[in-house]
């Protein structure tokens, strides 16, 4: 069964500093993978998701993340964090198997930005 | 133009009651999710559906019904409310069978007394 790991609960960093919010997952092949985030009070919208190719894909508000198949991990990076980017954030694995496209969440790591 | 939209947006009720929450959806998915976030932001997924057809039924509670209408619609049933019901509940829908990105609504706050 497909399953993600998010290591850190909560991650505080200052603004204008870089960002690396770690995901693992476990999937029997390659996978499809998600970045989502969630300001508070909003629903969850996607950053951007690896299907295939290269490995290091670009999303929306200057994010992008890294497929290591080796490490089994998906790393979201930002190089310079903005106050309006803290939000709760999701990596997911989605699934290539069914037709339902299941995806399975992380727990999710909570981002707080200081002035 | 709202690509994903639930109503209602927040819905306060007391046990036992029965309530419906609605989500629509315009961008030509063939896929649509109900998931239910609790209040340490854990999403867990309850169903899914492909083509009005049930795909996925998760262990929840058969107090809970969805009903897809057509492919652009599937609402939620909930009979018997309980304490623990007292939940997000965001709705979501995929372009593609296949693991396919998610689109979410912005959520239903259900809140039972």
């Known amino acids: 069964a497909q399953s993600v790991t998010q290591p850190d609960i909560h991650i505080t960093v200052s603004e204008g500093a870089s960002l690396e919010l770690r995901c693992n997952y476990s999937?029997?092949?390659?996978?499809?993978l998600f970045w989502y985030v969630q300001s508070p009070g909003q629903g969850l919208q996607l950053l951007l998701k690896y299907f295939s190719g290269d490995t290091l894909v670009q999303g929306i508000k200057g994010f992008e993340a890294e497929f290591k198949r080796s490490q089994s991990s998906f790393n979201l990076r930002k190089p310079s964090v903005h106050w309006s980017d803290a939000a709760e954030y999701f990596c997911a694995v989605g699934d290539k198997n069914t037709n339902a496209g299941k995806s399975t969440f992380g727990d999710g790591t909570t981002l707080t930005v200081k002035p | 133009d709202t690509a994903v939209s639930q109503t209602p947006k927040y819905l306060v009720t007391q046990m036992g009651n029965d309530k419906s929450i609605k989500c629509e959806q315009n961008?030509?998915?063939?896929?649509m999710y109900w998931y239910k976030q609790d209040s340490k932001k854990f999403l867990k997924i309850m169903f899914s559906?492909?083509?009005?057809?049930?795909?996925i039924n998760e262990t929840v509670p058969n107090r809970f019904s969805p009903k897809s209408p057509d492919k652009a619609h599937l609402n939620l049933h909930i009979n018997s409310l309980e304490l623990g019901d007292s939940a997000v509940y965001f709705c979501?829908?995929?372009?593609?069978?296949?693991?396919?990105?998610?689109?979410f609504g912005p959520g239903t706050r259900l809140l039972v007394l």
């Open positions: 961008l030509g998915h063939d896929t």
């Open positions: 979501a829908s995929s372009p593609t069978g296949l693991g396919g990105a998610q689109y």
């Open positions: 999937y029997g092949a390659t996978p499809y």
């Open positions: 559906y492909n083509n009005k057809e049930l795909i």
